[in-house]
Structures are given as structure tokens and as C-alpha cells.
């Protein structure tokens, strides 16, 4: 058991994880692993003597090469996103350290481990359509949902969270404001992923107050999680015989921008990364189908 459940952290760790709570910095569920993460860095500086005021770029590459080591890449990339909230709260909400050090929290490149995109060409597409049963409630929802993630590169969580006052129907356009990097952007809505919306609205979705677009079939009708629209999606691929997810509609969207003619910097936009390096791996899956077609290779 960690120590910090018997012990307090000093007061500007405590502090920092109600100004987090407060202003929704840190999502709840990983309050927890956050003030895990405070006490191995207040146990390693007072085993140092160090004061959180002295603290230099080189203390903090020490701290986490340490405290990384035994850990798989998503967690050293967790502790360094849990470090920088708190670093930019000493600097600019307590004004304990004489420059903002959160820039300087960086990972080292990952390309050896880096997967290009798994995407679905277009017969596969075609099939998924096709297996979509418009004669049933869930069936219609899922149509909506499949046109979302398929024509605008959207993540389950992001469809989960689209509210009717989102969709301006008279010029179809759709405004995304909770995206994963915090870019909020329009987007047009294609003739085809309107209609199913508005199919899914008048003909499946549940009469309610909620405003959420997306509702649960059966009473109580709640929004849908981003689990169930994955769901959703992959249980239709598998009936489709696709082995594959949700998220192969999002990378089948940036495969499409290249191949007509899009930028980089378009997939980019579009997809709502906040670094242009999240992009770049969308580059991969366009050479190999190149390299495929042009040499007939088996990749």
C-alpha cells in the first residue's frame, strides 16, 4: 500500500491536487494515480534535500529516468503529462520556481516502437455498410455513428460526446468543442452522414430531455459511453468479417485525406492532433499502399 494513504503530502501537493480537481485539469479517475505519482516525487526530493523552489531540468530528468526504468512507455509518457500539470502550477499559480520547467518535461523519439495505422480499403468499406441492419433501433443508431467515424475521422468518445446543438442542421455543420487535444473545430457534414443522423433522430432516438445526440435504447435513456459506440462499431466489422476496431475508421479517414491529395498538415487539422508528429505516422500507411500497388509487394 502507498504511503500517502496513511500520510498527507505537504501542503503544495495537497494544494495542487484541489486546484486540479477544481479547475478539471486532472480528469477524477486519475486523481489517484496523480497523488500516487506526487508522493514518489516528494519521497525522492526529500531523499535528495532538494526544495521544490531549487528544482533544475536536470533534477527532473534524474527523478524520472529513476523512477521510468521498470515502466512501459504509456505510463512514462502518464508521468511526464502528471509532472508538467505540476510544474505549471509552481510556476505560475505559486510563483516557487523561477521558470515554467513544464515545456522541458519531453519523452525521447519513439520510432522503433511506433505501429503505422491499420485502415480498411475500400471493398471492406463497402461490406460494413452493407451488414448494417436499418431495420432495427440499435441498427439505425449505429449507421449514424459508423458515418461519423468513417466520413469525419471522429473517436468513439468524441461521437459519445456530440449534443443536438452541436449539428446545425440548415448548413451541415458539425462543431466539435470536446476533442481530445482541446482544438474545437467545424466541420462539414456530407449529405449521406446528415441523413443518417437525422434517419437516427426521427426514427431510433428515445423521446428525452437529454440534449446528447447519442442515447442508450432501453430506459433509463442516458448518453452512450465512448465504450458502447466501440462496441457498437466493432461488433458490426465483426459481423462484417473485419477484424478490426473503431478507431481503423478514424485511420482509414487520414488515409483517404493523403490519397486525395491532402497534406500532412490537413490530417492533422482534421483529425484535431495537437503535434504534428501524431500525424506523421498517417504517412506510413500511405507509402505502404503506395509500395504495395506500384511493386505489387506483399506487405
Known amino acids: 500500500m502507498n504511503e500517502s494513504a496513511h500520510h498527507p503530502l505537504p501542503e503544495v501537493y495537497q494544494s495542487y491536487l484541489e ?3 477544481l479547475t478539471a485539469t486532472t480528469r477524477q479517475k486519475q486523481m489517484k494515480a496523480v497523488t500516487t ?4 516525487l516528494h519521497t525522492y526530493l526529500a531523499k535528495k534535500q532538494l526544495a521544490l523552489e531549487k528544482l533544475s531540468i536536470d533534477h527532473i530528468d534524474t527523478f524520472l529516468a529513476e523512477l521510468n526504468a521498470p515502466y512501459a512507455l504509456g505510463t512514462r509518457r502518464l508521468h511526464r503529462s502528471y509532472l508538467r500539470g505540476f ?3 509552481l510556476y505560475h499559480q505559486r510563483g516557487l520556481l523561477r521558470r515554467d520547467l513544464a515545456p522541458l518535461v519531453v519523452g525521447p523519439p519513439e520510432f522503433a516502437q511506433s505501429k503505422p495505422p491499420c485502415f480498411l480499403r475500400p471493398e471492406e468499406i463497402k461490406r460494413l455498410f452493407e451488414n448494417v441492419q436499418l431495420s432495427t433501433l440499435r441498427g439505425i443508431r449505429t449507421y449514424a455513428m459508423l458515418h461519423l467515424a468513417f466520413g469525419l475521422g471522429l ?3 468524441e461521437i459519445s460526446l456530440i449534443t443536438l446543438d452541436d449539428i446545425n442542421f440548415s448548413q451541415r455543420r458539425l462543431s466539435l468543442k ?4 482541446n482544438n474545437p473545430m467545424v466541420l ?10 437525422v434517419t437516427y433522430i426521427i426514427g431510433a432516438r428515445p423521446s428525452s430531455d437529454q440534449r446528447t445526440l447519442f442515447l442508450n435504447i432501453t430506459k433509463p435513456y442516458t448518453p452512450v459511453t465512448s465504450t458502447a459506440v466501440s462496441r457498437d462499431i466493432s461488433l458490426l466489422m465483426k459481423k462484417a468479417g473485419l477484424e478490426a476496431t473503431a478507431y481503423w475508421l478514424r485511420h482509414t479517414y487520414a488515409q483517404n485525406i493523403l490519397e486525395n491529395g491532402g497534406s500532412i498538415f490537413e490530417v492533422k487539422e482534421m483529425l484535431g492532433h495537437d503535434h504534428i508528429e501524431s500525424s506523421k505516422k498517417y504517412l506510413h500507411i500511405h507509402i505502404k499502399m503506395m509500395r504495395e500497388v506500384l511493386f505489387n509487394e506483399t506487405l
Do not use: E, H, V
Open 37 to 40: 505519482f506526487l508522493w514518489k
Open 87 to 89: 510544474l505549471r502550477y
Open 178 to 181: 470536446c476533442r481530445k487535444a
Open 155 to 157: 473517436r468513439p468518445k
Open 188 to 197: 462539414p457534414l456530407s449529405k449521406p452522414t446528415l441523413k443518417a443522423i
Open 19 to 21: 486546484y486540479a480537481d
